[in-house]
T-cell receptor, first 115, second 111 residues
Framework: DTGVSQDPRHKITKRGQNVTFRCDPI?????LYWYRQTLGQGPEFLTY????????KSRLLSDRFSAERPKGSFSTLEIQRTEQGDSAMYLC?????????????FGSGTRLTVV | RKEVEQDPGPFNVPEGATVAFNCTYS??????FFWYRQDCRKEPKLLMS???SGNEDGRFTAQLNRASQYISLLIRDSKLSDSATYLC????????????FGTGTRLQVFP
């Protein structure tokens, strides 16, 4: 296990379709985070989990977005009824949660394009 | 007002130059501070944490001024490979583990 893995790397979808992304964190990391990044902006926080518990969710996360981490390992982020404004890079990160000064490890992201 | 504000740049500097980036944060309860580096179309990577007493890592020096809610990053002897976007990042309180990112400052080092 060499890092945080995200799948797919790229997704093109038609407006109105549902999409699901997967994130596999570093195996010993119990915290997992989702961020969204648009061009020219820094990543924006969406939600995070400690094990299987979703501890915090951003106001940015509308009803169309849902995230799960059912067994405390991998996580999925689903977007229902996609809109063009959902086009962005979706980044997943993980950490041990024991020392925030060591920061987080990010995956390479899933780039979503809604056409 | 954004929680973390940075000058977006770009900063265009010659190799060997010294360049400084500044960042301000709005939440006085912010607990932890970092600089991340992001290359074009890549994920952010931790460059360094920022401690109250200031800290240095090779050519990079980070400073924190809690009274002014201000963070800085100094890069000495710039290399071509330093060209990237530098993101100022805070954890806004003791009650959360989320990172709040600035928009980033783009640095371009030229020969």
């Amino acid at each position: 296990d060499t890092g945080v893995s995200q799948d797919p790397r790229h997704k093109i979808t038609k407006r109105g379709q549902n999409v699901t992304f997967r994130c596999d964190p570093i195996s010993e990391h119990n915290r997992l985070y989702w961020y969204r990044q648009t061009l020219g902006q820094g990543p924006e926080f969406l939600t995070y989990f400690q094990n299987e518990a979703q501890l915090e969710k951003s106001r940015l996360l509308s009803d169309r977005f849902s995230a799960e981490r059912p067994k405390g390992s991998f996580s999925t982020l689903e977007i229902q009824r996609t809109e063009q404004g959902d086009s962005a890079m979706y980044l997943c990160a993980s950490s041990t949660g024991t020392d925030s000064n060591y920061g987080y490890t990010f995956g390479s992201g899933t780039r979503l394009t809604v056409v | 007002r954004k929680e973390v504000e940075q000058d977006p740049g770009p900063f265009n500097v010659p190799e060997g130059a010294t360049v400084a980036f500044n960042c301000t944060y709005s939440n006085s309860a912010s607990q932890s501070f970092f600089w991340y580096r992001q290359d074009c179309r890549k994920e952010p990577k931790l460059l360094m944490s920022v401690y109250s007493s200031g800290n240095e890592d090779g050519r990079f020096t980070a400073q924190l001024n809690r009274a002014s809610q201000y963070i800085s990053l100094l890069i000495r002897d710039s290399k071509l490979s330093d060209s990237a976007t530098y993101l100022c990042v805070v954890i806004p309180s003791m009650n959360t583990d989320k990172l709040i990112f600035g928009t980033g400052t783009r640095l371009q080092v030229f020969p």
